[in-house]
């Protein structure tokens, strides 16, 4: 089967800056793939040359089979991207905006499918405002709107949900999710790790322009086995014997208290009354006691710092 | 071609939405010019025998608002998008570069049409013309037209702030034009300025459509259609290989 894109050995260099250092990847179709990575990691320049706003220095890349260079018109119908800056056109109404949109794209009387979008998108009452008149929220959701014009097989979003409200998010998100499940494939890069550990099957990790870590959310997940328990003991130390469990080192006592916390690694849950009876036995005092499931944050902390 | 037509009809409804801007102030100035020059000088020069100055004037006058404005238009959209971003808009669509060169030049010369029809109709109020041979004027129009559209498109291009253009504008398109005979006949000028002026391919626009009103021209009008047929063709050639390689727009 087709690969919705495929990235082979995409290197990009801008001046002294090795933005990307032969990126390979396959994202399938109808995959909701996660492109995570800190600033600067490159993303923003693979999606710029998979858009084709930038040119490889090294590599190929192709859209359901169109190469992005050599069979641009193809690969650009295939596509729909939300770019990250809030750009628009301040000289025609959202309406103007997304009938011309279609028409770059070859389609006319796409009125029925703008309409549909407006709803999905909640702009139907701004569809005659000019875009100036638009807040940077509402701006954002014609943003989305433009990509989406030409119904594209292939939808990339950049960074679409940064400084923007729950609101939006919440729609966005709706509206992304059924097309996803219509078959479109869906590629977003976003800082909010929470948002792609919900969205996304399947996630790639860059940094400084190379694929650090490439796996499904679930398989990502696992590589920080087990949760973490954070015990606050109101007075005392915690026994030695479970001095190897400790995540970070031991914390100073509060300095009103006396009281201790210790983060302790628990691989399952069953361990957590063993933690517990030892506590109990040394005859300590529990204060406070919290589980957390490990997320997609401590994978991706993990990742980024072992690298480095 | 529905991707081709959108954009042109995107860039004529941008000029016409700021109308006073682009379409109502350019003829003013070219009113005052006329009511002006024409005053001071219509006792004082004759250029072609039997020709009043006003009338000299008003086809050069009408030929330099045509090519200024044909800049302005493609020059101007382009910069504002590209410093804007929503440039983007159209990178990411599958329009070829044909189609964008095309649509911009295009869009550039319906501008500059329209504000030289506006000059020439005001002007016939002010001085009697003579049109001997509609065609020429038709044919340099077109080509004075495009070639400026072309000017502004690679300026645009080229261009990475409103500085920048502004430079192209004021030290190259302003004297190019201002030189090129729109006040006088190139042949009152002594020897040294002739032969400048003859090296500037825009005296070729004006004098060659100034023929086709007075059947006068500086240069027989065949060779200035050469000599200006070959400028656009180098032209659009430039700015259609700068579109394909994406030159500064897709990096």
Known sequence: ?308 | MTGFRTLLYKELLRFWKVATQTLTAPIVTAMLYLLIFGHVLEAHVQVFPGVSYTAFLVPGLVMMSVLQNAFANSSSSLIQSKITGNLVFILLTPLSHWEMFSAYVLAAMIRGFMVGLGVMLITLWFAKLSFVSPLWIIVFALLGAAILGTMGLIAGIWAEKFDQLAAFQNFLIVPATFLAGVFYSVHSLPPFWLAVSHANPFFYMIDGFRYGFFGHSDVAPLTSLTIVLVFFVVLSFIAVTLLKRGYKLRH
């Open chain 1, 1 to 308: 089967m087709t690969a919705a894109i495929r990235i082979d050995q995409v290197k990009k260099r801008f001046g002294a800056l090795q933005a990307l250092d032969g990126v390979s990847l396959d994202i399938a179709s109808g995959e909701f793939f996660g492109l995570l990575g800190p600033n600067g990691a490159g993303k923003t320049t693979l999606i710029s040359i998979i858009a084709g706003l930038a040119r490889a220095d090294h590599g190929r890349v192709s859209i359901l089979g169109h190469d992005v260079v050599n069979d641009f018109r193809a690969a650009r119908r295939a596509i729909g991207v939300v770019p990250q800056e809030l750009v628009f056109d301040p000289f025609f109404t959202v309406r103007e905006t997304l009938r011309m949109q279609s028409g770059y794209f070859g389609i006319s009387g796409n009125d029925a499918w703008i309409d549909e979008i407006l709803h999905e998108l909640g702009l139907t009452a701004k569809a005659d405002t000019n875009m100036r008149a638009l807040s940077g929220g509402m701006k954002r959701r014609v943003l989305v709107a433009q990509a989406l014009v030409h119904k594209p097989p292939v939808i990339m979003l950049d960074e679409p949900t940064a400084g923007v409200d729950v609101e939006l998010r919440q729609t966005l998100w709706r509206f992304i999710g059924r097309l996803n499940r219509e078959g479109h494939t869906v590629v977003l890069t976003t800082h909010y790790l929470e948002e792609a550990q919900a969205l996304c099957s399947r996630i790639a990790m860059l940094k400084a322009g190379t694929v650090v870590a490439l796996d499904s959310t679930a398989a990502l997940l696992k590589r920080i086995s087990g949760s973490q328990l954070v015990v606050r003991l109101a007075a005392g130390s915690l026994p030695a014997s479970l001095h190897n469990l400790l995540s970070h080192p031991e914390t100073q006592p509060d300095a009103s208290t006396g009281a201790r916390q210790y983060a302790l690694r628990v691989t399952h849950h069953d361990e957590v009354e063993q933690i517990l009876a030892q506590i109990r036995q040394a005859g300590l005092v529990i204060e406070d006691l919290q589980l957390h499931e490990a997320d997609l944050e401590d994978v991706f902390i993990q990742i980024m710092g072992g690298e480095q």
